[in-house]
């Protein structure tokens, strides 16, 4: 390591030889003041066929490993993982056999070190996102960190560590950390998916799936439409009377536009001011979660009037208001409920092929407008999960496979 002053390198970080020596794959961790320490090495010299890292067998406990002598389907060279829970100190560690031993090479968990040292672990973390916001995004981690509604998978990949498996009947999952965003940027979520097996099993070729994106506000709620879009068409306003409880009647200053037909999610609306918990107020027709459909009995399944409920601009509700009393001069909006996810990538309900394929899709800031638009952040936006809508065919008759799972700011620096 010639190099005692990296570029683009920080303390703490660390970089990987790539060369077709013996130091092919050597881990070194830069402290600074020119000094690289050796932590492992991750891989031998490069061979004609430029076979990948992998793990030849995973162990529940490290006493399963050493009692397992010697080792079925394990050679000299060969690196194996503990795979327990979260609570063991051994999980996540990586051995090397080697002359017939075991050797300890590195611990790949997010487990707490000794105290005033964050040990390996914290750099592998923070190394699996490849300089995005998806932690072991290609399953660097060696577990299913991130992805523990799914099975970690060193069968099949796409050019990366391992991927996540997963075979059920029309679902929903998620990853598990929250992914920090700004909603007045620019982002790019990518991932190659494949459906089935290498040998053609475990595949349905008119499977259906989705990647999404799930949005929440900064109290980890969920933002939905009605949170922050308008029904098209219609007119932001305010009370022209006061709304008390008891009352059956809601008086606008102008329903130009509101929803009075036959689809009973779009008959609902909010109103401002709206604080969250950190004693932000949003301002009026952006974010809110003040919504008449908690205060209007049977307004979740039917709305919040009838169809044909608005004449001129007096609304008669479903049933009495049990909600708070609302001055005249409220802003309210007409929020309907009408997308509960981020569809916006080329994973739309789409058959993925028994052979990896690349989906991407681009989300960008808010317009303005107020609309629903499946590209743009809603209002009250600052954290993200992935959502995978598993084999909307409606059959657990299809290996779903993800990896390499990005999500990277495309915004440009000033």
């Known amino acids: 390591m010639a190099d005692t002053a990296p570029n683009g390198i920080l303390v703490d970080q660390n970089a990987i030889i790539d060369s077709t020596d013996d130091d092919n794959g050597k881990l070194y961790r830069w402290d600074g003041d020119g000094v690289w320490t050796y932590l492992a090495q991750l891989r031998g010299p490069k061979g004609d066929t430029g076979q990948r890292f992998s793990y030849a067998k995973t162990y529940s406990s490290v006493a399963e490993m050493q009692a397992d002598e010697p080792p079925a389907g394990v050679v000299n060279g060969d690196f194996v993982l503990i795979v327990s829970t979260v609570e063991d100190p051994d999980n996540a560690k990586v051995y090397l056999r080697s002359n017939d031993v075991w050797s300890f090479i590195v611990d790949t968990s997010g487990s ?87 040998d053609g099993s475990n595949f349905n070729p008119a499977n259906r799936q989705y990647l999404a994106l799930d949005l929440y506000d900064i109290d980890n709620n969920n933002i939905r439409t009605y949170h922050s879009c308008k029904y098209s068409g219609s007119t932001d306003t305010t009370l022209a009377v006061q709304l008390n ?53 049977g307004a979740t399944t039917n ?72 590209t743009q952040f809603r209002a009250g936006t600052v954290k993200a999960k992935l959502v995978f809508l598993i084999n909307y065919h409606g059959a657990a008759d299809n290996n779903v496979r993800w990896c390499k799972l990005k999500l990277s700011s495309l915004q440009a620096i000033t």
Do not use: H
Not at 267 to 275: D, Q, S
Not at 307 to 331: D, E, K, Y
Not at 338 to 349: D, G, L, Q, V
């Open 303 to 374: 709305g919040s009037w009838a169809q044909g409920g608005i004449s001129s601009n007096v609304i008669t509700l479903r049933a009495p208001w049990t909600g708070p009393a609302l001055p005249a001069g409220t802003p309210v909006r007409n929020n309907p409920d009408e997308s509960t996810y981020k569809y916006f990538t080329s994973c739309n309900y789409t058959i993925i092929p028994n052979t990896w394929t690349k989906y991407s899709g681009t989300i960008v800031p808010a317009d303005g407008t107020g609309l629903e638009v499946p």
């Open 112 to 198: 707490q070190g000794a105290i005033g040292n964050p040990g390996e672990a914290s750099y592998l973390y923070v190394q699996s996102r490849e300089q995005q916001l998806i932690t072991n995004c290609s399953g660097m981690l060696g577990t299913n960190q991130n992805f523990t509604s799914f099975t970690y998978d060193i069968t099949e990949v796409s050019g990366c560590f391992g991927s996540f498996r997963i075979n059920i009947a029309q679902g929903v999952r998620y990853n598990d950390e929250y992914l920090p965003v700004d909603p007045d940027s620019k982002y790019l979520l990518s991932g190659f998916g494949k459906s089935g097996d290498a």
């Open 245 to 297: 409880p008891g009352d059956t009647t809601v008086t606008l200053t102008n329903a130009t536009g509101w929803a009075n037909g036959s689809t009973y999610y779009q008959r609902n609306f909010g109103w401002w001011p709206f604080t969250n918990s950190k004693g932000y107020t949003w301002t009026q027709y952006t974010y809110t979660r003040n919504l008449s459909k908690n205060y209007v009995s």
